[in-house]
Nanobody, 123 residues
Framework: LVRLSELGVGPVQSGGSLSTSCVVPSIPYNYAAWLREAADEEREGLAT????????YADSVKGRFTISRDTARKNTVYLQMNDLKPEDTATYYCAAGFVVDRKLVQSQDVNVWGQGTQVTVSS
């Protein structure tokens, strides 16, 4: 079982920025994604990037979060989070898998998960 490891991040104030990353093997997966789970809420897909470079975002983070992939650095996948809000507080998960149709990946589409990293945004 391949496990993904996210880079931990510290607490931040509203309006601040954070970045996290994880290493995702390119084979046999065709996408990498970030999802998050807030307290008492279902895990939601935030951003998905395919091996082609094509990416998709949830409306809640579009324009504020950016997913990117550096194939030169062992397929490191980054999530840059800008203009953070208290409602962004959640556990963030790196994920990877294979899907036939390009879409914003949700939990049911994931083949392998990272262990999760906590992001806390204070007001």
């Amino acid at each position: 079982l391949v496990r993904l490891s996210e880079l931990g991040v510290g607490p931040v104030q509203s309006g601040g920025s954070l970045s996290t990353s994880c290493v995702v093997p390119s084979i046999p997966y065709n996408y990498a994604a970030w999802l998050r789970e807030a307290a008492d809420e279902e895990r939601e897909g935030l951003a998905t990037i395919y091996t082609s470079g094509f990416s998709l975002y949830a409306d809640s983070v579009k324009g504020r979060f950016t997913i990117s992939r550096d194939t030169a650095r062992k397929n490191t996948v980054y999530l840059q989070m800008n203009d953070l809000k208290p409602e962004d507080t959640a556990t963030y998960y790196c994920a990877a898998g294979f899907v036939v149709d390009r879409k914003l990946v949700q939990s049911q589409d994931v083949n392998v998960w990272g262990q999760g990293t906590q992001v806390t945004v204070s007001s």
